[in-house]
């Protein structure tokens, strides 16, 4: 796609989401809210393994350590304010993503991919199995965060319509945020390590260091979408850090094309657009969605971002010869 | 030819007297379990000669590079650059001290531009991490010294290609250029020759001669016409150990090296 065409394309998806909650369908909002909130997540997890080349199947955990600060660090009965829980969740999970990055960057490969994962089972027993996390049921959050600055309230997270433009606002800001700094002197270097890390080393480059902060980094926005998640549903429970979690969002990833943020919003869309018309459709959604899946990755190599290309090739040439 | 000489060097760099030592390895023994890869191999690069590693396959030319580089560290054995004991450095250490390198198998980033592969290359030299939200692509400092060293390595018709689309011999001079974008006064060259055209041989022949003078050049090279007219030093490695080092007429002149080399041709002969 030019420039132009993407830049045009990105508008419209962007207007067309704009337009969600004027259905007035709350189901469909809540639904869309939540997409969008997965599609932030999707990002995040890119940064990682589509520009760095780190395929981290762990990064639930981040997600999950930001929902439960929320939780944790909001007051039972009244809104904690929205501009401390927010920095200090976001925070903290950024915090979480740079501990186990000084320990998971060491490694490479099939290694890395396990010991990321082992790393967020560890975030998981530590909520399922304490006091601190209230175990399998969770926590609540009953009162959701207040926006309010010294007595004027700019926006609600208690509305819906108010909460789903604050996620769409959120996911544009993280968009914007992630391709100004792949354009960054660091973010080629990011990309650098993910074509050839040891020659990124033999020109100068410790990669060690920029591993992890693209890690911490990821980390960090990983945690903004677990923010938005506990406040939309209200409740925080383990299976937000599950290994199931962090293999969604890396499917999301996969569908969507790596190393691609549009793909990566548009993995989360289908993902979830799957999970409720097969769940409609039968008891057993996994499995045709499984097998969609496996579909997907045989004859959509580079996933829903490439198809533009390949709808313009095909039309050129008469015909794919692929 | 292009009129930029030595694009990577800053001017008070180029003014260092030649003659000095740049790199000084002395003793440095590699054991990969049993096998003794270098025994013992002392290697000395002044500025402004060219240094040639000779040596039949397996000789272990590649592994004495890999430790001059960082990239395998020594059993035994310093190294110094300077002065300074750069033994326990890694890759990307040496790389900042000024030890730049190229590799045997061509090592580049193959779906970036050739400007995109060497202003890496230079960006590494002033490394801002912080700077998140500036833009890679108006570091004018980083995409000028990038096409200088294009240039340099007899690229300059190529920037904007795909780096993976080049011939062979252009990708070797892809990573010339890589080196060059690195200020490196210390040039470890694997085998920069070999898959060449005889015209783009004599290219790079050229390219080595102009970078001589300031920096210090250590080359693995099998091509003997290009190592007698670059070469001040030579040494020669047998089974992971230096059978002769001097100067070209004392190697064209030993009877150990005729033995190593040409004894090994006559047995084929007869």
């Known amino acids: 796609m030019s420039s132009l065409n993407s830049m045009i394309?990105?508008?419209?998806?962007?207007?067309?989401?704009?337009?969600?909650?004027?259905?007035?369908?709350?189901?469909?909002?809540?639904?869309?809210?939540?997409?969008?909130?997965?599609?932030?997540?999707?990002?995040?997890?890119?940064?990682?393994?589509?520009?760095?080349?780190?395929?981290?199947?762990?990064?639930?955990?981040?997600?999950?350590?930001?929902?439960?600060?929320?939780?944790?660090?909001?007051?039972?009965?009244?809104?904690?304010?929205?501009?401390?829980?927010?920095?200090?969740?976001?925070?903290?999970?950024?915090?979480?993503?740079?501990?186990v990055g000084l320990f998971v960057l060491r490694t490479k490969g099939i290694y890395f991919i396990m010991v990321t994962l082992a790393f967020a089972q560890l975030a998981?027993?530590?909520?399922?199995?304490?006091?601190?996390?209230?175990?399998?049921?969770?926590?609540?959050?009953?009162?959701?965060?207040?926006?309010?600055?010294?007595?004027?309230?700019?926006?609600?997270?208690?509305?819906?319509?108010?909460?789903?433009?604050?996620?769409?606002?959120?996911?544009?800001?993280?968009?914007?945020?992630?391709?100004?700094?792949?354009?960054?002197?660091f973010g080629r270097v990011l990309v650098g390590i993910k074509s050839n890390e040891h020659r990124m080393q033999s020109m100068g480059y410790l990669t060690f260091r920029y591993k992890l902060a693209a890690f911490t980094l990821a980390g960090g926005l990983g945690g903004i979408a677990g923010f938005l998640y506990a406040v939309v549903f209200g409740f925080v429970t383990p299976e937000l850090l599950s290994w199931h979690q962090s293999g969604n969002v890396l499917l999301m990833v996969i569908l969507g094309g790596m190393g691609n943020l549009v793909g990566a919003v548009a993995g989360a869309f289908v993902f979830t657009g799957m999970q409720e018309v097969f769940g409609s459709w039968t008891k057993h959604w996994q499995l045709v969605m499984g097998c969609v899946i496996v579909a997907a990755v045989l004859f959509m190599p580079g996933g829903l971002s490439a198809v533009p290309a390949r709808i313009k090739r095909a039309l050129q040439g008469g015909g794919s010869n692929e | 030819m292009s009129e930029v000489i030595n694009p990577g060097l800053s001017a008070a760099v180029q003014a260092a007297p030649a003659g000095e030592i740049l790199l000084v390895a002395e003793r440095i023994t590699r054991r990969f379990g049993g096998l003794v890869a270098n025994q013992d191999v002392c290697v000395?690069?002044?500025?402004?000669?060219?240094?040639?590693?000779?040596?039949?396959?397996?000789?272990?030319?590649?592994?004495?590079?890999?430790?001059?580089?960082?990239d395998l560290p020594p059993s035994e054995g310093t190294i110094?650059?300077?002065?300074?004991?750069?033994?326990?450095?890694?890759?990307?250490?040496?790389?900042?001290?000024?030890?730049?390198?190229?590799?045997?198998?061509?090592?580049?980033?193959?779906?970036?531009?050739?400007?995109?592969?060497?202003?890496?290359?230079?960006?590494?030299?002033?490394?801002?991490?912080?700077?998140?939200?500036?833009?890679?692509?108006?570091?004018?400092?980083?995409?000028?010294?990038?096409?200088?060293?294009?240039?340099?390595?007899?690229?300059?018709?190529?920037?904007d290609w795909i780096a993976g689309v080049l011939s062979h011999g252009e990708q070797r001079q892809l990573e010339i250029a890589m080196v060059l974008a690195t200020d490196a006064q210390v040039m470890l060259l694997d085998e920069p020759l070999a898959g060449m055209g005889s015209d783009e041989s004599a290219r790079m022949v050229e390219v080595l001669k102009r970078l001589k003078p300031s920096r210090a050049i250590l080359l693995v090279e099998h091509d003997m016409d290009a190592v007698f007219a670059v070469a001040d030093t030579i040494t020669v490695m047998v089974n992971g150990q230096v059978l002769e080092s001097g100067p070209p007429a004392q190697i064209k002149a030993s009877v150990a090296v005729q033995q190593a080399y040409l004894g090994q041709e006559d047995s084929f002969h007869v």
């Open chain 1, 9 to 99: 394309f990105k508008l419209a998806g962007l207007a067309l989401l704009a337009c969600v909650p004027l259905t007035g369908e709350s189901f469909y909002v809540e639904l869309a809210a939540k997409t969008l909130v997965l599609a932030i997540f999707a990002m995040s997890l890119d940064l990682l393994v589509g520009f760095t080349g780190l395929v981290s199947f762990g990064h639930a955990a981040y997600f999950g350590v930001a929902a439960y600060a929320v939780a944790l660090l909001s007051p039972k009965y009244e809104a904690a304010s929205l501009w401390y829980v927010l920095p200090a969740s976001v925070g903290l999970s950024a915090l979480a993503a740079l501990v």
């Open chain 1, 124 to 185: 998981f027993f530590v909520f399922h199995d304490t006091p601190l996390g209230g175990g399998s049921d969770g926590i609540y959050l009953n009162v959701k965060p207040s926006a309010e600055i010294a007595g004027w309230v700019p926006f609600e997270l208690d509305n819906a319509t108010h909460l789903y433009y604050f996620i769409l606002g959120a996911l544009v800001v993280v968009y914007a945020f992630l391709a100004r700094i792949l354009q960054s002197p």
């Open chain 2, 44 to 70: 000395t690069l002044p500025r402004g000669k060219v240094h040639v590693l000779l040596g039949p396959n397996g000789a272990g030319k590649s592994t004495c590079i890999n430790m001059l580089s960082g």
């Open chain 2, 80 to 159: 110094h650059f300077m002065g300074k004991d750069i033994t326990g450095l890694s890759a990307a250490q040496r790389s900042q001290v000024g030890i730049g390198r190229s590799y045997q198998r061509t090592n580049i980033f193959p779906k970036f531009t050739v400007l995109e592969n060497v202003r890496l290359a230079a960006q590494s030299r002033r490394q801002q991490p912080w700077r998140i939200f500036s833009k890679a692509m108006k570091q004018q400092w980083a995409l000028e010294k990038a096409r200088a060293c294009i240039e340099e390595a007899g690229l300059g018709a190529k920037v």
